[in-house]
């Protein structure tokens, strides 16, 4: 199902039916102003995928962190501060 977009004026005069359509149909509506893109409703379904997704990658982002350590090291924080001055 294609995309909808629509100004922030008439989101805002539709805003139940547009509110029904994504939950009941699923599409995914993009909010413009003056043809700029600027917010999007979306599915739950969708915002819990991008939520995972997140996640996952902050996981990821900390166990690399936690590699870093054990392989270098770390530092207090009074060591970092006269580090960086």
């Known amino acids: 199902m294609p995309t909808i977009y629509i100004n922030t004026i008439h989101a805002k005069e539709e ?3 547009l509110i029904s359509r994504v939950a009941h149909t699923k ?3 993009i909010i413009t102003r003056r043809d700029k893109e600027i917010a999007a409703i979306v599915p739950l379904e969708d915002l819990q ?3 995972r ?10 166990v690399e962190a936690l590699k870093e350590a054990r392989n270098y090291g770390t530092v207090t924080l009074d060591e970092l501060k006269n580090e960086i001055g």
């Not at 996952?56 to 900390?62: F, P, R, S, V």
């Open 49 to 51: 995928l991008l939520q």
């Open 27 to 29: 599409q995914r509506v």
């Open 15 to 17: 805003f139940s039916e």
């Open 53 to 62: 997704s997140e996640n996952k990658n902050e996981l990821q982002e900390a």
